[in-house]
């Protein structure tokens, strides 16, 4: 185990005082914002990389990781209570969470979630543990071509697998990266398409759009919902917070494989916490001998799908941290944190910052600890949040994206490209255009530009060197697959099951 | 879908502006053999590549419903101008946000947004909008030493 001695080194930073509390303050501000509804993860941590600004790069990244991962505990709690997930990944738990409340069971409802999203959630920083050095040692020969590449298939992977329709996922992965492209290119110093603004030459910030599209856009959303008065009604933790000793028995292996299942998919780019708990919830109703009970409160619905969407994150933080990509919008995020920072995720972070690395693993073992004490003795204060009245809640989140987002550079111009994402993004969730692409390419853009540039350089103009090694070549051939997919699968289904018919 | 059209031209047209500010970009093409130009070409294309794939989607999804036309729910967009009314209110907070500083402004609009969507409950909606306002700057500007705009007030 060469990773040993890092492991041991990151826990004696994870475990300054001074990180230790700004993981707490992660984790406790990512379950409160995985309970409420209109702000989530990737809008939270976009506003805290300009409060934090001029803090020590890592308990300020401990902190977002915080976040990040913490948001997954709070999202279940009002799947279960309120039928209302807090988070998109936690509409899975939502369908016998809530059945199970119903039933009285809202107790251990709560602790199976609670407990599975724990053993998750460690499994999945165990696997990041294991997984990180043999990465960044592939991730070291990747030249320009191959970086390229990556991020053309982690672009094509979100695009294709985050909506409806793959067409509206290509469009929003590539107005992402126009927006890029606007302000000074890096090479030639020339200003491109700043419409005669000088703010913009410094380019679109991420953050402003990330905020727009993520709260604003959410607020407006909720919004409407308050205006047609659909309003869900509220269950109160019934029960103990505990299971039986048959709830247990039914739920320990849904866990493991939730678990599994959560660190795979959230490796890959593209799929993400939602596709995790829905592929987890399929194979519990598919393996168990009642699938009649599913939809009726069977726990193993809400304990496998939690352990999915939980182990999830940390498998999403392996592709970020060891190659420096990330695979999908709330790690873009990170991504965004990390470079204003002056960090650069990847391989050489692992040579070159040791501690601020491993200190950050390190601290996921002891955030999950964090949240499940958060999240089963404590949780009872957490759910008095869902009494704010949302017609105050909404109103407050834009006063705090708008702080967010002066405190960082005093501009206003900043403030209303913020609302015209805001409306921008309550636009595209109208018309089935998602996000999360548009995102990650805005922030990949830069970099994507420069290792095409760079590449072409190497090969004196010639485009063959997209194709010049093994590496580019299957990452090639995976992007073909991960756009051909939402085309050929549903033919696919159809063929078998005419075939299941004769 | 009607909106799926509205789209292919939407793209369309910003693939015409993206193409046209293109060719604005000055370039020297001196020791860079691409220059700024062609990556934002190959986006282009993209653009139109992607146009084509959403045409491909609005027929297929004709051909595969020939049948039953969608049905539009009446009172469906019964919320649009109320959202626009939000984003206008919202425009002309920013708008004033510097003149009357961060909490002169905040406050009313709190207060404004809080009075409809929180109806009739005057007495918290006017504590949570003063106090909020006041409390988070003072935080900001205070504790955090982030400056938020003052505008017409003394401190």
Redesign the interface.
């Known amino acids: 185990m060469e990773s040993l001695p890092h492991i041991i080194n990151g826990f004696s930073i994870a475990l300054q005082p001074i990180n230790l509390w700004y993981t707490f303050v992660g984790v406790f501000l990512g379950t409160i914002i995985g309970i409420l509804p209109g702000i989530g993860p990737s809008a939270t941590i976009a506003l805290l990389i300009p409060i934090t600004f001029g803090m020590d790069a890592t308990p300020a990244l401990i902190m977002m990781a915080g976040v990040f991962y913490g948001a997954k505990y709070g999202g279940s709690t009002t799947s279960i209570l309120i039928r209302t997930p807090g988070e998109a990944s936690s509409v899975m738990t939502s369908i016998d969470g809530y059945e199970m409340a119903r039933k009285g069971r809202a107790g251990a409802a709560l602790a199976v979630a609670a407990i599975g999203s724990f053993i998750a959630g460690t499994i999945g920083v165990i696997g990041l543990t294991v997984f990180a050095l043999p990465l960044t040692a592939m991730a070291l020969k990747f030249g320009p071509a191959e970086y390229f590449m990556l991020m053309l298939f982690a672009m094509t992977a979100v695009a294709s697998l985050s909506g409806k329709s793959p067409a509206k996922g290509m469009l929003s992965t590539i107005l992402g990266l126009m927006l890029a492209t606007i302000g000074i290119d890096l090479q030639s110093g020339q200003p491109r398409y700043t419409m005669g603004i000088p703010e913009f030459q410094d380019g679109v910030g991420f953050i402003v759009v990330i905020v727009g599209l993520f709260a604003l856009a959410e607020v407006f959303r909720g919004m409407e919902g308050l205006f047609q008065g659909t309003a869900p009604e509220q269950i109160r933790i019934s029960g103990k917070l505990w299971l039986t000793r048959e709830e247990w028995r039914r739920a320990v292996a849904p866990i493991w494989r939730g678990s599994l299942i959560g660190f795979v998919i959230g490796v890959l780019p593209g799929a993400g916490g939602t596709i995790a708990s829905i592929m987890s919830y399929t194979t519990e109703k598919r393996l168990s001998k009642n699938p009649d009970e599913f939809g009726k409160g069977a726990i193993e619905g809400v304990a496998g799908p939690e352990s999915a969407n939980n182990s999830d994150t940390a498998g999403a933080m392996v592709p970020l941290l060891t190659l420096g990509i990330p695979g999908g919008g709330a790690t873009a995020v990170m991504l965004g944190a990390f470079i204003m920072y002056g960090i650069q995720p990847g391989p050489l972070l692992f040579q070159n910052r040791p501690d601020l690395v491993w200190g950050l693993i390190d601290s996921m073992y002891i955030g999950n600890v964090m949240l499940l004490i958060l999240n089963l003795p404590l949780i009872g204060l957490f759910v008095r949040l869902l009494y704010i009245p949302s017609g105050i809640l909404y109103p407050l989140i834009v006063a705090i994206s708008v702080i967010g987002i002066y405190a960082g550079n005093g501009s206003m111009l900043d403030l209303y490209v913020l609302l015209f994402f805001g409306v921008v993004g309550y636009v595209f969730d109208k018309v089935d255009i998602p996000v999360a692409p548009l995102v990650l390419s805005l922030v990949l853009g830069g970099m994507m530009e420069q290792s095409f540039r760079q590449a072409m350089t190497i090969s004196g103009g010639s485009t063959a060197i997209f194709v010049g090694s093994g590496i580019t070549v299957t990452l090639l051939v995976m992007s073909v697959i991960s756009i051909a997919l939402p085309f050929v699968l549903p033919r696919l289904k159809a063929l078998a099951r005419s075939e299941d018919a004769n | 879908m009607i909106?799926?059209r509205?789209?292919l031209v939407f793209?369309l047209v910003l693939a015409a502006v993206?193409f046209y500010?293109?060719a604005q970009?000055?370039?020297?093409e001196i020791g860079?053999?691409?220059?700024?130009k062609?990556?934002?070409r190959l986006?282009g294309i993209?653009?139109l590549?992607?146009g084509a794939?959403?045409f491909?989607?609005i027929v297929r999804g004709r051909r595969d419903k020939a049948g039953p036309a969608e049905k539009a729910a009446p009172g469906e967009h019964?919320?649009l101008p109320?959202?626009a009314a939000?984003?206008a209110f919202?425009?002309v907070?920013?708008a004033v946000?510097?003149w009357l500083g961060?909490v002169l402004a905040?406050a009313p609009?709190?207060l404004g947004?809080?009075a409809?969507?929180?109806?009739g409950k005057w007495v918290?909606?006017i504590l949570?909008s003063v106090l909020?306002?006041v409390l988070?700057y003072l935080l900001?500007t205070k504790v955090?030493d982030?400056?938020?705009?003052r505008g017409m007030l003394p401190f």
Do not use: K
């Open positions: 909106a799926d509205v789209i793209i993206y500010a293109t970009v000055p370039s020297l860079d053999p691409l220059g700024p062609a990556f934002p986006l993209a653009l590549v992607t794939m959403l491909g989607e019964g919320h109320m959202i939000v984003v919202t425009a907070y920013l946000f510097e961060y905040t609009y709190l947004l809080t409809y969507f929180h109806r918290p909606n949570i909020f306002s988070s900001f955090l982030v400056s938020l705009a």
